[in-house]
């Protein structure tokens, strides 16, 4: 199981391995908040009230998004959500951040999922945060084809200019009327070495990870596995739904983030989980874990099969991730093998009908745990 912290702020230390504020604040404005604000929220580690907290990081978001780094402003974003998740202002200030991020990052239906409950609040809204909203939910609307609902949210003549103007800082290009054309899925993220293309995390909306995780070197072996669920249907929202019902689990187990390193829905799409530069919690314990690539594919197949799309896609994946970490193919287990070697306890995971597929994919091999 993957090492647990306290400090929400602790999950931000990887893009400075010191941990040590800057000696020096910047000349430019905009730096030097920012290097402010991370000094206070380091003197706040795990000592100050979530709310407060939340705040300082609902703020840092929108600093970064002023700055166009996406990356920095959807973390923040997503901590601010997590360490004080029913505070109003908080809540708010999170949504609209995020749906602007996503729209940014051409990804218009994950803004309008942001931005949409927004709506039965509106009232309590500054004018500022109306403008905003209207701005970024109706730029939402029209990429996803809701042109008639893009245009409700138009506002007075007066506000007109400002309006537009919003709408250009979250990526609009061209005119600002009629529909566009609407993506079929969420833009995929080419993974590194690998021959094909994986549905990021941000496509099932994943909570950030609670705590520094333990790296992980070179991948040595794969370890297959079911959700034990009953097997989503064919919309994208189905899948990301149960894939963010799995984090939550894994999150009450105690886990830093989802345990798995990928997943693979019965259509044959394959999502990104945990970051493979760490170490999953998948497999049983700590020694099991080691080095070991954790897949896992929505359903439950002990008496089953895996879809046709859903066997090609989980072929493709293993002798892709073989080939870039150079794994033997008696490396390739499933996880009742695992775990039964390395605890003395067992599962069905991942159940005998996908058992038959491992099986074939270590080319009627025996495993050898042993090897070490």
């Avoid at 912290?5 to 000349?27: F, I, M, N, Q, V």
């Avoid at 929202?237 to 799995?246: G, H, T, V, W």
């Amino acid at each position: 199981m993957a090492s647990s912290c306290s400090s929400s702020r602790s999950r931000l230390s990887e893009d400075d391995p010191s941990g040590s504020p800057r000696a020096t604040l910047p000349a430019d404005p905009e730096e030097r908040r920012i290097a402010e604000l991370e000094r206070r929220l380091a003197r706040l580690q795990g000592e100050g009230e979530p709310a407060t907290v939340a705040v300082l990081e609902a703020e840092l978001g929108e600093l970064y998004l002023e700055q166009n780094d996406l990356r920095r402003a959807r973390r923040n974003f997503r901590l601010a959500r997590y360490d004080a998740p029913r505070e109003e202002s908080v809540r708010r200030r999170v949504a609209l951040g995020l749906g602007e991020v996503y729209l940014r990052e051409g990804q218009p239906e994950l803004a309008v999922e942001e931005l949409e409950p927004l709506a039965a609040e509106r009232g309590d809204f500054s004018a500022r945060d109306e403008l905003r909203f209207r701005a970024f939910l109706s730029l939402a609307y029209e990429r996803t084809g809701k042109s008639a609902e893009a245009q409700k949210l138009r506002p007075s003549s007066f506000q007109e200019q400002e309006f537009l103007a919003l709408r250009r800082r979250a990526g609009e290009r061209g005119a600002t009327t009629g529909p566009r054309a609407t993506p079929s899925k969420p833009p995929l993220n080419s993974t590194p070495g690998l021959a094909f293309q994986v549905l990021p995390r941000s496509s099932w909306r994943a909570a950030a990870p609670r705590d520094d995780q333990s790296p992980m070197s070179a991948v040595r072996r794969i370890t297959i596995h079911h959700s034990a669920m009953e097997p989503t249907s064919a919309p994208l929202e189905e899948a990301a739904k149960q894939i963010r019902s799995i984090q939550n689990g894994h999150f009450q187990r105690g886990y830093a983030d989802i345990g798995y390193h990928y997943l693979i829905d019965s259509q044959g799409r394959i999502w990104e989980g945990r970051d493979k530069r760490f170490q999953g919690a998948h497999a049983g314990n700590t020694d099991a874990n080691e080095r070991n690539l954790g897949i896992c594919l929505l359903g439950n197949f002990v008496s089953v099969a895996p879809t046709p799309a859903q066997e090609r896609a989980l072929r493709t994946l293993v002798d892709a991730e073989r080939g870039r970490y150079r794994v033997s193919k008696d490396q390739i287990f499933g996880h009742g093998e695992v775990r039964k070697y390395f605890t003395g306890q067992s599962t069905e995971c991942p159940g005998e009908r996908l058992m038959s597929v491992v099986r074939d994919l270590r080319g009627g091999r025996a495993g050898n745990l042993a090897d070490d």
